[in-house]
């Protein structure tokens, strides 16, 4: 992993429209590419509203429509796209949260489909249940790009440290997390989270939230990050719609780890 990469995140909102989701993705990702985007980033669900009797109506099988479409747009711009998630409707019948991977010659490089199943319910907060809907991934993802190898998971997967560092030990150096927060535990845990896994794992963080959208059904936070390896905040946005651009040393990376050798100095054979 070296040399300097300029990435964009596309913090969109998300309406109960799926071509006009996807029109909108498609916009913002030629406008990240036009500006020498590199990898460009998609939150959580960009296509389908963030709620349990959405992701059935929204779901699709990939390869499909939406994966075809972004392996072409991958192509001709040129870009690795990570299409944050859509609901996957498998052969069987099953929904999954699951992100894609496209390289610059369009073809899907990785699939992950979302491990950690948000079921939560805080009293006056939020409830909600994914898994009245959805079935949770088995896989840990990781990923050859021509900057190096990357991690891949999804929000909630965020708050399991032990899969960062799997993903780390199998050698990412940058940790990708399209998610989709919301307004109650965003505010409080979304950036500490994102700083931790960074932190622990001396490596580039890439978190891609929708934008706050006031007359959803679902509130999310926003607030997309680049963190880098020391957990300094390279980026930042807001709640609003935005292209959020940054460009990283990924050399950042080894320099960390050989000024502070956390992962060599792990003994894992007294954490068992």
């Given amino acids: 992993m070296s040399g300097t990469i300029k990435l964009g995140i596309c913090q969109m909102k998300v309406f109960e429209d799926k071509a006009g989701n996807m029109a909108s993705a498609v916009k913002m990702i030629r406008e990240a590419a036009a500006e ?5 980033v998609l939150p959580e669900m960009f296509i389908c509203p963030y709620a349990a009797r959405y992701f059935p109506i929204y779901a699709e099988p990939i390869p499909g429509e939406t994966a075809n479409r972004l392996a072409a747009l991958a192509a001709e711009e040129g870009i690795y796209l990570v299409a944050g998630s859509i609901p996957e409707r498998d052969d069987e019948g099953s929904i ?9 010659a369009g073809r899907m490089i990785a699939k992950h489909r979302k491990v950690h199943l948000f079921d939560i319910a805080i009293p006056g907060g939020i409830t909600f249940y994914e898994s009245e809907t959805l079935s949770p991934g088995q896989e840990v ?11 891949l998971a999804i929000c909630y997967d965020l708050r399991f440290p032990e899969l960062a560092r799997l993903m780390t030990l199998r ?22 989270l994102l700083r ?8 580039f963080v890439i978190a891609a939230s929708p934008a706050n959208h006031p007359q959803a059904l679902y509130q999310a ?8 390896p020391w957990g300094k905040i390279v980026a930042a946005a807001g709640t609003d719609e935005t292209i959020l651009m940054a460009e990283v040393n990924l ?15 792990r003994r894992p054979e007294v954490y068992r």
Avoid: K
């Fill in 221 to 228: 936070y926003g607030h997309s990050l680049v963190i880098d």
């Fill in 251 to 265: 050399d950042l990376v080894s320099q960390v780890r050989n000024e502070m050798p956390l992962l060599r100095h």
């Fill in 36 to 40: 020498g985007c590199r990898l460009v």
């Fill in 196 to 203: 931790a896994r960074a932190i622990d794992n001396q490596v």
């Fill in 141 to 151: 993802t990781t990923f050859e790009t021509g900057f190096g190898h990357m991690g």
């Fill in 171 to 192: 050698g990412a150096s940058v940790l990708i997390f399209p998610a989709a927060f919301n307004t109650v535990t965003g505010p409080l845990h979304w950036e500490v």
């Fill in 96 to 104: 999954y949260n699951t992100s894609m991977v496209f390289n610059p």
